[in-house]
């Protein structure tokens, strides 16, 4: 779900995309908003089209600069991890901007997104 749908095109930017896996966040690489959810709201989304959420807080994590050689999208996002804690963005979509994240290649935005769960957020 998280590989073939961007790889087909399934994922655009603007979509709300939600799965009952909590790395649903990987689409958010594409400018979506995607979270992951419980089955009773996976039953409502697939009876109705619609699920009820309260308005997650927000957080901006900006990294800048060059990466030097040999450190990848996996050192940035487990350094942030070990700034904000395993639970520091519970609660919280977390969105990812700075020249260092602008020059990742999509599969680098989407492991960043993948593993904003390891911090608590609900979507990267």
Do not use: W
């Not at 958010?28 to 409502?44: K, R, Y």
């Not at 991890?81 to 020059?103: C, H, K, L, R």
């Amino acid at each position: 779900m998280h590989v073939i749908g961007p790889e087909l095109g399934y994922t655009l930017p603007g979509m709300t995309i939600v799965c009952g896996d909590s790395h649903t966040s990987t689409h958010g690489a594409f400018g979506t908003i995607a979270f992951g959810i419980g089955t009773s709201e996976v039953e409502m989304v697939l009876a109705s089209q619609c699920i009820l959420q309260t308005r997650p807080k927000q957080m901006r994590i900006t990294v800048n600069g060059k990466l030097l050689k040999g450190v990848t999208s996996k050192d940035i996002i487990l350094y942030i991890i070990s700034q904000v804690s395993a639970s520091g963005a519970t609660g919280y979509f977390v969105e990812y901007s700075g020249s260092a994240i602008e020059a990742l290649s999509m599969e680098g935005r989407m492991t960043i997104c993948n593993m904003s769960i390891e911090m608590g957020a609900r979507a990267g």
